[in-house]
């Protein structure tokens, strides 16, 4: 019986088996019981070994999926077995050492550790600790606990190798050497890549087209990923530095030594610490976070485009990241989000100037616009908010220039691990996350975010996310269409047939903006009020005189946001709440799918959002988190004895300093700096009420000039519907202003504010009776109106233009992904036979790989065709026809 279970466990030489010893089952091992694994003799005839040769030491050591083994093994020592780490490699054992091993890990660890670390973050220390206590949870066996640093190395090594096979280096006659700079990073097949998904001719499209061709890029640093002052280049150099997502390491060291006393503009616009402060970053790292440059559209890392920071967020570094990222390509129009944009772009090419030529790249002939991120935006000057605006800017369809805030959010729990690695292992490591997410995004087809679901990383799921988009997109551009073309229509007809309408000189003044930011702004009006971007933009420059005289209060900056930067951005995700309060009761009672799906999704959006900003709040007042404890406490004591509903998004308590001064003796209780921001908070509700009372005032003359008797009014019945929708939108947020500034105005002491911001009764929200005015007050009515009436128009023919772009650009990036999956396919049935080899083992494995990878690409893009044949109509051509009804006409579906 013993003879039989010997022959059964020999093909499973990990069983873990337990001896009766007389008293007790004991765990022992097959090594003891005679078992030795025998590798390298191949020949089926004789799989005996004559010449044997036995692993160096008493015990060979292997690391599987369930335990750490001790076994006995025998290396072949009579010829055809090859090399010792070759007889591993073939027997599925990789091993860590070359030269002579003692410790080997299976494949089957290795695939499962490297899947298992890209989605949970886990870290090698981890998962090799769960394996030691699994193999001996006592302490009492040090076997299991002395192959940390082995199994670590290992690793490293089989992340690199399966970086290197995923880019074909294996199947290209000059090998991993011959690697060139970003070779190895995955890219983004619906970005345009010339001479890969680019149709023939393509520059020479029309100048209103060219923007489907632009390459859409978002900058961003981060300090969460930082790295201790351990280790050195030297010691730990990186087994393939700059082949992926960082920059190459020496050429870049030396553009920052070389510039390193370059002089940095001071910022104009609020107070961004991480530039001009650094050094709070950087204390006691080598490397105080890192710079990225993605591709803003799809939200994927561009090859050579990750870099460290050493002194915070420097001019000199993230300029380097952008030059490396546009290095070479022939692409001609670009937009580049920058949360700093605004600055940062100043004088770029002046500084560029100043560079080694291998990063100079040349502007003449291109097209370049500079933005900042939707969500960064509000916190900055009023100009800012107008020329940097994605909104506002033409040919960029809803990007949103937030991609690389979205990345982090994946790459951040990496960071406990990673501040410990050395250099090269820390870029290593990262370089194989960020292929990762590049890949699930490759999948998922640009998803925003992967669902809590594994299917939605499977190739079965691949593509929704596209056609979701498009099937938003679509009715949108309708929807935003058909309003334009109803407003203009009441315009022009309110404008009488003696005289022509504001429309075309409208028209003009945008398109003359648009061309040329410094010409009139068809947004801004001359007649400004103390509206909430200008009081932003007052306390930014109060912020910045305080910084240069060196008279800021302990604490005014936390996690790179200024405290008033944090009251304003509190302000905005109120309003937040309040908008998706009044959209959820919108929907009625039996939304569709498509509604319901969209709901979850900004719920779940708006939430990630605000317990972000908690964090920050919690660093600035304390004492919120406490009273949120408190709260949360008391809800479960109330929950054990009786059922109560979940709190939903929109009914979070941010704890706003007004909703704080609540509470008796706040005050009293507060630092100087907490006072302060009650006054920074009175400010910016001032700014709030007044800006709701000109856009209610706004929206009322649009509804006047809209309305021109029962048949129009009918006409217009949905428009109206949507104007009034708004006015009372801007009436809560009034009310809500107000109710803000009846305790803040107590706290700080200020009356005046009662004097023009009166309670807003519903009586109050109305029209001026036209009857009321004579001819000429009529004349001057219709001419203070103007510019109100302007400035909603452009805001309606810029969502307009929005939506259309957003249609035509995904169409195109559709079509670009399957042009780019077809080339790639292609690609690797070149490398089929790339090296040439005789005929052998390993050009039958290499022809395999390569037509294995051709078919995953060819069945991503099939996979992908078939979702999208079935799209609706993608453009509508909305026209007015004779009786001022709009009406909609489609063309024949294209083929994608």
Same mark, same amino acid.
Not at 161 to 178: E, N, V, W
Not at 220 to 240: I, T, W, Y
């Given at each position: 019986?013993?003879?039989?279970?010997?022959?059964?466990?020999?093909?499973?030489?990990?069983?873990?088996?337990?001896?009766?010893?007389?008293?007790?089952?004991?765990?022992?091992?097959?090594?003891?019981?005679?078992?030795?694994?025998?590798?390298?003799?191949?020949?089926?005839?004789?799989?005996?070994?004559?010449?044997?040769?036995?692993?160096?030491?008493?015990?060979?050591?292997?690391?599987?999926?369930?335990?750490?083994?001790?076994?006995?093994?025998?290396?072949?020592?009579?010829?055809?077995?090859?090399?010792?780490?070759?007889?591993?490699?073939?027997?599925?054992?990789?091993?860590?050492?070359?030269?002579?091993?003692?410790?080997?890990?299976?494949?089957?660890?290795?695939?499962?550790?490297?899947?298992?670390?890209?989605?949970?973050?886990?870290?090698?220390?981890?998962?090799?600790?769960?394996?030691?206590?699994?193999?001996?949870?006592?302490?009492?066996?040090?076997?299991?606990?002395?192959?940390?640093?082995?199994?670590?190395?290992?690793?490293?090594?089989?992340?690199?190798?399966?970086?290197?096979?995923?880019?074909?280096?294996?199947?290209?006659?000059?090998?991993?050497?011959?690697?060139?700079?970003?070779?190895?990073?995955?890219?983004?097949?619906?970005?345009?890549?010339?001479?890969?998904?680019?149709?023939?001719?393509?520059?020479?499209?029309?100048?209103?087209?060219?923007?489907?061709?632009?390459?859409?890029?978002?900058?961003?640093?981060?300090?969460?990923?930082?790295?201790?002052?351990?280790?050195?280049?030297?010691?730990?150099?990186?087994?393939?530095?700059?082949?992926?997502?960082?920059?190459?390491?020496?050429?870049?060291?030396?553009?920052?030594?070389?510039?390193?006393?370059?002089?940095?503009?001071?910022?104009?616009?609020?107070?961004?610490? #991480?530039?001009?402060?650094?050094?709070?970053? $950087?204390?006691?790292? @080598? !490397? +105080?976070?890192?710079?990225?440059?993605?591709? &803003? =559209?799809?939200?994927?890392?561009?090859?050579?485009?990750?870099?460290?920071?050493?002194?915070?967020?420097?001019?000199?570094?993230?300029?380097?990241?952008?030059?490396?990222?546009?290095?070479?390509?022939?692409?001609?129009?670009?937009?580049?989000?920058?949360?700093?944009?605004?600055?940062?772009?100043?004088?770029?090419?002046?500084?560029?100037?100043?560079?080694?030529?291998?990063?100079?790249?040349?502007?003449?002939?291109?097209?370049?616009?500079?933005?900042?991120?939707?969500?960064?935006?509000?916190?900055?000057?009023?100009?800012?908010?107008?020329?940097?605006?994605?909104?506002?800017?033409?040919?960029?369809?809803?990007?949103?220039?937030? #991609?690389?805030?979205?990345?982090?959010?994946? $790459?951040?729990?990496? @960071? !406990? +691990?990673?501040?410990?690695?050395?250099?090269? &292992? =820390?870029?290593?490591?990262?370089?194989?996350?960020?292929?990762?997410?590049?890949?699930?995004?490759?999948?998922?087809?640009?998803?925003?975010?992967?669902?809590?679901?594994?299917?939605?990383?499977?190739?079965?799921?691949?593509?929704?996310?596209?056609?979701?988009?498009?099937?938003?997109?679509?009715?949108?551009?309708?929807e935003k269409k058909a309003a334009l073309a109803e407003m203009e229509a009441s315009l022009e007809a309110a404008s009488g047939a003696l005289e022509e309408g504001p429309v075309k000189a409208w028209t003009a003044m945008a398109e003359t903006w648009e061309k040329d930011p410094d010409e009139p702004n068809p947004f801004e009006t001359k007649n400004k009020e103390d509206h909430l971007a200008k009081v932003q933009h007052d306390l930014a420059v109060e912020a910045a005189a305080r910084e240069a005289s060196g008279k800021n209060l302990e604490g005014t900056v936390r996690d790179d946001m200024h405290i008033t930067e944090m009251i304003a951005m509190g302000l905005q995700l109120e309003e937040h709440q309040r908008t998706l309060a009044f959209d959820t009761a919108a929907t009625g009672l039996h939304p569709t799918t498509n509604q319901r799906r969209a709901m979850v999704e900004r719920t779940s959006k708006l939430r990630r959002k605000i317990l972000a900003w908690i964090d920050i709040q919690h660093g600035f007042f304390p004492s919120v988190k406490v009273l949120r404890t408190n709260e949360d406490q008391a809800r479960a004591r109330i929950a054990r004895t009786q059922p109560i509903p979940g709190l939903k998004v929109h009914e979070l308590k941010l704890w706003l300093p007004s909703v704080l001064m609540k509470q008796p003796g706040a005050l009293a209780g507060m630092s100087q700096l907490q006072k302060e921001a009650v006054g920074y908070e009175y400010r910016l509700r001032v700014g709030q009420a007044s800006e709701a009372l000109d856009e209610i005032r706004r929206q009322l003359l649009r509804k006047d000039a809209n309305v021109r008797g029962v048949r129009e009014n009918m006409r217009s019945k949905t428009a109206l519907n949507v104007l009034d929708d708004r006015v009372r939108r801007m009436s809560a947020q009034y009310r809500v202003a107000r109710r803000a500034l009846e305790t803040l105005g107590s706290a700080v002491g200020e009356r005046d504010w009662e004097k023009t911001l009166r309670p807003l009764l519903e009586s109050d929200v109305r029209g001026m009776p036209r009857a009321t005015f004579g001819d000429a007050e009529r004349q001057r009515g219709g001419r203070s109106r103007e510019p109100a009436l302007r400035i909603e128009w452009a805001k309606a023919r810029a969502r307009a233009l929005r939506w259309t772009e957003e249609v035509e650009l995904l169409e195109e990036e559709m079509r670009r992904i399957q042009q780019f999956l077809t080339w790639r396919a292609n690609w690797w049935r070149q490398r089929a036979d790339g090296r040439g080899r005789e005929d052998g083992p390993q050009r039958e494995g290499e022809r395999a790989y390569a037509y294995r990878q051709a078919k995953l690409q060819g069945d991503l893009c099939a996979n992908f065709a078939a979702k999208w044949a079935h799209l609706p109509e993608l453009k509508i051509e909305l026209v007015v026809d004779d009786d001022d009804k709009v009406v909609s006409k489609s063309s024949p579906k294209l083929g994608i």
């Open positions: 019986m013993f003879i039989s279970l010997m022959r059964h466990i020999a093909n499973a030489p990990f069983h873990r088996i337990e001896i009766w010893t007389g008293e007790m089952f004991e765990r022992t091992t097959l090594k003891a019981l005679g078992l030795r694994i025998q590798l390298g003799h191949w020949d089926p005839a004789d799989p005996r070994c004559g010449a044997p040769d036995a692993a160096a030491g008493e015990a060979f050591v292997i690391v599987d999926s369930d335990a750490v083994h001790e076994v006995a093994l025998d290396f072949c020592g009579c010829g055809p077995g090859g090399a010792k780490s070759r007889q591993l490699l073939r027997a599925g054992f990789y091993p860590a050492t070359g030269g002579n091993p003692r410790t080997a890990a299976t494949f089957t660890v290795m695939r499962r550790f490297h899947l298992l670390s890209l989605e949970s973050k886990i870290s090698a220390y981890e998962f090799y600790h769960s394996l030691a206590r699994g193999t001996n949870n006592t302490g009492l066996d040090p076997l299991a606990k002395d192959r940390y640093h082995e199994f670590l190395r290992m690793t490293r090594q089989w992340r690199h190798i399966q970086m290197l096979k995923r880019a074909g280096r294996g199947h290209d006659l000059t090998g991993p050497l011959g690697t060139a700079p970003g070779e190895c990073a995955l890219l983004c097949p619906a970005c345009p890549q010339p001479d890969k998904n680019l149709p023939a001719n393509w520059e020479d499209t029309p100048e209103e087209h060219k923007f489907i061709y632009a390459l859409f890029l978002a900058m961003d640093a981060n300090f969460r990923l930082k790295r201790k002052d351990v280790s050195s280049e030297e010691a730990d150099p990186g087994l393939g530095t700059g082949w992926s997502f960082f920059c190459e390491v020496k050429a870049y060291m030396a553009h920052l030594t070389n510039n390193w006393d370059t002089v940095q503009e001071r910022s104009t616009c609020v107070a961004h610490d #991480a530039v001009d402060q650094p050094d709070r970053e $950087a204390r006691g790292t @080598a !490397s +105080s976070g890192i710079g990225a440059v993605d591709c &803003a =559209r799809h939200n994927m890392k561009r090859p050579n485009a990750v870099g460290d920071l050493q002194f915070g967020e420097r001019y000199i570094n993230m300029d380097y990241m952008f030059f490396k990222s546009i290095a070479g390509t022939e692409l001609q129009h670009f937009f580049v989000s920058y949360d700093i944009a605004c600055q940062w772009h100043k004088n770029i090419w002046g500084r560029m100037e100043d560079y080694a030529e291998d990063i100079h790249y040349l502007p003449q002939g291109k097209f370049m616009s500079f933005l900042v991120p939707k969500f960064h935006l509000p916190a900055h000057i009023e100009a800012c908010n107008l020329r940097f605006s994605f909104n506002l800017t033409r040919y960029v369809g809803q990007t949103d220039g937030e #991609a690389p805030e979205r990345g982090w959010a994946n $790459a951040n729990p990496l @960071a !406990s +691990s990673t501040k410990e690695m050395g250099p090269g &292992a =820390r870029r290593d490591a990262l370089d194989d996350h960020f292929n990762d997410w590049n890949y699930k995004k490759i999948i998922a087809l640009g998803k925003h975010k992967l669902d809590l679901f594994l299917g939605d990383c499977l190739p079965s799921c691949a593509g929704r996310m596209m056609l979701k988009k498009m099937e938003d997109a679509v009715p949108q551009m309708v």
